[in-house]
Each structure stands twice: as structure tokens, then as C-alpha cells.
């Protein structure tokens, strides 16, 4: 007996969508291999961080942030051992308590949003000393904020950076 298979209609294979990518996600998986110095991406956000009020933790206490500006992408690498206990260039000791941060331009004693765009955490730092001393780094974090965005193992991570503003609380 030889076995004949009848027709069977097939239905067209229609390939499935594709996940749109956030302008952040696009910049970092474009810049993921290229060795560049920071980029401003005016418009990008990670979706997780639009311009609305979130909260952060700033010296140990909980506040409400804006954020105002553009987000700027780039690299940010860690700072801490030997300097730990010298002066930062606000006059205060870098620690290992405080969620700080060096940064080149931006005006010492703001707030900034750094996000980890490598695992999505994200912690909002003071900006109290200068840095970092490498062009391809755009921020130098404390040790307590690199354990935040949890990078010390990598060492140099792709980080979003938006200054923000603290919101008063209309609870209070």
C-alpha cells in the first residue's frame, strides 16, 4: 500500500513585528562597540524615565524629581579606593555613603538621573567633583552610586544622564 498525502492548505507565513527601540536603545546598541565620546540624543529617553515626576534617593532621603534638559549618553566608569576620604572639588570627602558623582560641565552641587542603560537601574546623584580625567567616559560615579546602577563588576558602563530638579510635595 503506498500512502498518498492529500493537499493541505497552508496559510502564508507573515513574519512576526519587530519591537520598536527607543531613540536611547537605538544610540546604545549603534555606539555599543565604538570608542566615541558622549553624545547628546536631545530627545531620548529610556522609556522607563520620561519627563514626569519620579523619586530618587538623595543623602539618604527620599525626593521627587523633574527632569529638565536633554539626556546625554555616553560612558561612566567608577571611582573610589586611593581617593576615597580626599577632598572633591566642592570641598566635601568623597565617602562611600553618599550617591555622588564628577562630571566636567555640569554645575557642582546639581542633581542628575544617571541610568544603567545595560540593566535599566538608575540612581540620581550630586555632581561634587570634576571628571572624569578620560575623554571617552562621560561621569564618574561614586562607590555607593556604582553599587546602585550595580556596574562595579563591569566597570565602564553605557549610562543615560539627565539633569534634574527636586519637586516640591504637594502631599506635605
Known sequence: MIFIPTP???APIVPAPQPKLTVAAKA?????????????AANARPASHANLVNTGEVGGKI????????????RAAWYGGRYVGRRTSSGELL???HATAAHRTLPLNSLVRVTNLNNGRSVVV?????????ERLLIDMSPRAADELAMKTAGIVPVSVERVVEVADASK
Open 8 to 10: 493541505v492548505e497552508v
Open 28 to 40: 546604545a546598541s549603534h555606539h555599543a562597540g565604538k570608542e566615541k565620546p558622549s553624545r547628546l
Open 63 to 74: 525626593i521627587k524629581v523633574q527632569a529638565i534638559g536633554p539626556c546625554l549618553l555616553g
Open 95 to 97: 565617602d562611600q555613603t
Open 126 to 134: 550630586r555632581i561634587t567633583d570634576r571628571g572624569p580625567v578620560s
